[in-house]
């Protein structure tokens, strides 16, 4: 997988595009990375339907927790797969949808200036070790082309959305992950 900076799009992943975008604000620079996890049904994964929740194209009367969520239109800019695959939704140049009320270092509205990425799980099953080496791939691209965002300024949904969130949880293994960019040469 390669981000083509230009566009903001990266080669060699599945491309799902989201209507659930908009532009960024004039002149706004990308300086946070936001992780997630979502699993559609809870728990249950490998299902298609986090593809199709962020195209609008659920179908409610397909599982009970389907209809709490039909009114909702958000989106991120990539998915993981447990197996490692990854599905881009919104180009890293737009505003994905997949922060809401949010506060970091100060500012409100994390979705002007954050990427988001979803992993498939939930907050305490562990992440698989495909999941793991596919986000430090995309991390590392994505602080190359937005160096603003230095370890320090990766976080979870939890973190920006405190009270409200609780994602990625608990099992996600952030010593793991950030030890992996360190070794990589991250910013920190």
């Known amino acids: 997988m390669q981000l083509d900076r230009a566009t903001g799009w990266f080669a060699g992943i599945t491309h799902c595009p989201s209507p659930n975008f908009n532009a960024r604000p004039e002149g706004e620079v990308i300086s946070l990375l936001v992780i997630h996890n979502i699993s559609l049904p809870p728990a249950q994964f490998g299902t298609g339907k986090v593809q199709q929740f962020f195209q609008n194209r659920l179908d409610p009367n397909e599982h009970p927790y389907f209809e709490g969520i039909k009114h909702l239109t958000v989106s991120a800019h990539l998915f993981i797969e447990r197996d490692g695959q990854v599905t881009q939704f919104v180009s890293c140049l737009d505003r994905a949808w997949h922060a ?32 793991y080496q596919a986000l430090q791939a995309l991390t590392r691209q994505i602080q190359t082309a937005w160096p603003a965002i230095g370890v320090e300024r990766i976080q979870g949904h939890s973190d920006i959305a405190p009270g409200r969130k609780t994602d990625p949880g608990p ?18």
């Open 100 to 131: 809401g009320v949010s506060r970091f270092a100060g500012r409100e509205g994390c979705n002007d200036f954050s990427i988001g990425i979803e992993l498939e799980g939930t907050d305490e099953l562990p992440f698989t070790d495909a999941q």
């Open 171 to 188: 099992a996600f293994d952030w010593p793991r992950y950030r030890a992996a960019l360190e070794d990589d040469g991250g910013r920190s």
